[in-house]
C-alpha cells in the first residue's frame, strides 16, 4: 500500500528574537528610509535591520568623506568661500564617493519595498517566536517599552535609547561612534567656551570637518530608538494576540456577520 505524506508548510517567520535584541520585518515607508540614507549613507539600512550592510556603508562614508575633506568644503561654501572650498576638497577620491552614496540610497529603497511585500506574504501565517531568551550573558524578554522614555533617553546621550529597548549591536556601535564624533570635533571643548561667552574661542577649537558628522548621526539616534520602540510594542500586542487565540478561544468560536442598516 502506498503512503500519504502530508506536506508541511515552510515556517514563515517575520521576527526573531535574541540576546543582541529584537530583529523584525514591519511595514516601512521606503521614502522615509531612502531620505535617511541621503542623510547618511547606511542609516536606512540600519533601520531595516541590516547590520552588517548599514555598518559598511557607515564606515565606507567616514573613510572617503575623510580622505576627501567633504564636510570642509561644505562648511566653506555654506559661508560663500567658494574657492577655499575648492581648495581644501581633494578630487581624487571623489568619483569613489558618488557611486556608493547613490547605491545607498537605491538599495535601502529597493530592500524596503521588498521587505514590505515579505511581510504583506506571510502576516496572516506567519510563525510566533520566542518570546524569552536566558544565555549566561544576557536576557532579552519581548515587552511593552515606552517609546517617549527611548526618545528622552536618546536625547541625553546617543545609545542610551537602543540600550533601553535592548539594541545591543546598535547601541555599541551608537556609543563608539560618539565617542569618535566627541572627541575629533572637540565639541564638549567647544561648548564649554561658549557657556563662558568666549565665542571665538569656542569656534577656534571646533574641527568643523568632525563636526558635520554629528547633527544626522544625533537625530538619528533618537528617530531608530523611538521607531523601534513602537515597533516592538506593536510586535508585543501581535504575539499576545496570537497567544490568547491559541490557548484561550475555542476552536467553534466563530464572529457572524451583521447586516448592515443604511
Known sequence: ???????????????????????????RNPFVIAMWSVVFPGFGHLLLNKYLRGFALVLWELFINQMIKLNSAMVYSFIGEVEKAKEVLDVRYMHMYIPVYLFAIWDSYRST????????????????IERTVIKPFEVNYL???????????????????QLYI??????????????????FS????????????????SSSVLDMQWLLYLPSFYFFTIFDSYMNAVENNNLYD????????????SNSFLIKKGIKVE
Open 186 to 201: 572637540h565639541f564638549i571643548e567647544g561648548f564649554h567656551y561658549l557657556l563662558l561667552g568666549e565665542i571665538e574661542k
Open 113 to 128: 519595498v521588498d521587505m514590505n511585500q515579505i511581510y504583506l506574504l506571510n502576516e496572516k501565517d506567519s510563525a510566533s
Open 166 to 183: 535592548h539594541r545591543i549591536f546598535s547601541a555599541l556601535f551608537t556609543f563608539v561612534m560618539t565617542v569618535v564624533f566627541i572627541h
Open 1 to 27: 500500500m502506498g503512503h500519504t505524506y502530508k506536506m508541511k508548510k515552510p515556517v514563515k517567520k517575520l521576527a526573531h528574537l535574541s540576546i543582541f535584541g529584537t530583529t523584525q520585518i514591519h511595514l
Open 238 to 249: 501581535a504575539e499576545q494576540k496570537r497567544h490568547l487565540r491559541k490557548y484561550y478561544q
Open 143 to 161: 515587552d511593552k517599552r515606552k517609546p517617549m522614555a527611548a526618545f528622552l533617553w536618546s536625547m541625553t546621550i546617543p545609545g542610551l535609547g
